[in-house]
């Protein structure tokens, strides 16, 4: 498979044109706004946390494929999960990313986007919502940006 | 491909030899991601030719030396040939004197010199800066930052569905608190050209200074000063062909004496001593520290390069290269162009059915097509036409139309894979 089309492979087109966990939560502990200033991609997560773990995540936004496909993925991936559980799989998201050896046992599904890690200049899109993930359990009260 | 003229005919219905113009550029020879490299990011920054390169690398191989005061050879050399590149600019523009024209980094920075030196001097409380809807970002914040330390007020020409300035809110915007109008005189996000000659005219008669940004259009428009009659013209030297790091402000005699320094240093005194300092005469008197000599060498050099074409050629090529695109791209379904503006530079900014302009600008680059996707550093803009980014293929002389033929096929390779 060539590097691009395994960047676009279907599930990443599926889940960028029908993001899943799309839309509000009325009652979220943790709500957080994403923004990566180069391509303008923009993203709000709402996080509902009960006894250390997502009960629910939701997002709204827009931007390319690759970052609502990510936010997609990730909102699916992550529900019922531990705090400490998301932190660490957060860690193996980066290094499949970033990084030529990684862990991907707790990824699941969301190793389809190992082929990011080829095109540096789309990694950002795909952190962009870990990040904002990241930054809404930390409860730190400025936007995020990628920059 | 049917629907596109053959390009064979295409080519040869110009007098124009882009074949033998392509091999003055050595970028342009190489493959990218196993293709042939596809430049279309000029708005961005434009390709160098080889004489343009040399002549810096001449420069630091040969004459290197500091500017307006060494004794010795090499730096009588560096001073003519910093110099020369300076009467070169003058003519290129045709400027009054040489005075006049002041180097600096790029647009960027003669745009905030102007905010700062002009804008300290004349613009108090209460006083408006008119700008357009169609600015860079270079050309919106500086003028925020002067508003907003002199409790001034910026306002905004607004563009017309077309990507077009409304000339009739131009006209009513302005009135007796307009101190300055600052607007560019072509759109680096939509390619729209503006009418500057009559909207400087309709300013001078309510006695406003206008400067006029001209980053996008001096890679593409015979650009007179004089007979523009602006007060401040400003240009950067990589979107024409010349390196990075070196710009132009052309301003009025009058309005340069006139205005406080920028910045301190050397270069731009007379005569220090720890209770004060006089400036040196103009154009030093903008130019602290030592400049960009090889950078400006360089500008002189693309100056020659575009001097020795015959320039009406180049934009009767440009014109047929914009308009075989507009009608190439328009046959694309799902394709909407940004900006169809009567008068236009090549510069096509586009968005393709829900498909965002990163991901089309990624599956281009894989067929050795550069593009660029974003909000071109003009959110307002991209705000006014409900998009957050555009892809935007900008193009020179230097590109061809099977080059065109390429982006289209390349489009629709994009629209391939999301289907």
Redesign the interface.
Known sequence: M????E??QQVI?DHG?HPRNHGVLANPTHQKQGHNP?????LELFVCVENDSIKELKFVG?????SMASASLMTEHLKDKKISEVLQIFQQFHELMTEDAHDVELLGKLSVLAGVAE?P??VK?ATLAWHTLNAALAEDAAPVSTE | MNTLIDKGTTESMSLFDVHAIRQHFPILQQTVHGHPLVYLDNAATSQKPLSVIESEVNFYKNSNANVHRGLHLLSDQATQAYEGAREKVRQFINAPSMREIVFVRGSTEAINLVASSFGQLNIQEGDEILISALEHHANIVPWQLLCAQKKAHLRVIPVLDNGELDLAAYNDLINIRTKLIAITHVSNAIGTINPVEKMIEIAHQQGVPVLIDGAQAVPHLKVDVQSLQCDFYVFSAHKMYGPTGVGVLYAKEALLKAMPPYQGGGEMISQVTFERSTYNELPYKFEAGTPNIAGAIGLGAAIDYLNQLDLMQVAAYEQQLLDYATQALSEIDGLRIIGEAAEKVPVISFILD??????IG??LD?QGIAIR???HCA?PL?ERFGV??TARASLAFYNTFAEVDSLVLGIREVQR??A
């Open positions: 060539s590097a691009l089309r960047l676009y087109i044109r180069l391509c303008g991609d923009k827009n931007g390319c494929a690759i095109f200049a789309r899109c | 829900t498909i965002h302009p990163h991901d990624t599956i894989h996707a974003g909000h959110m991209m957050a980014a894979m999301f």
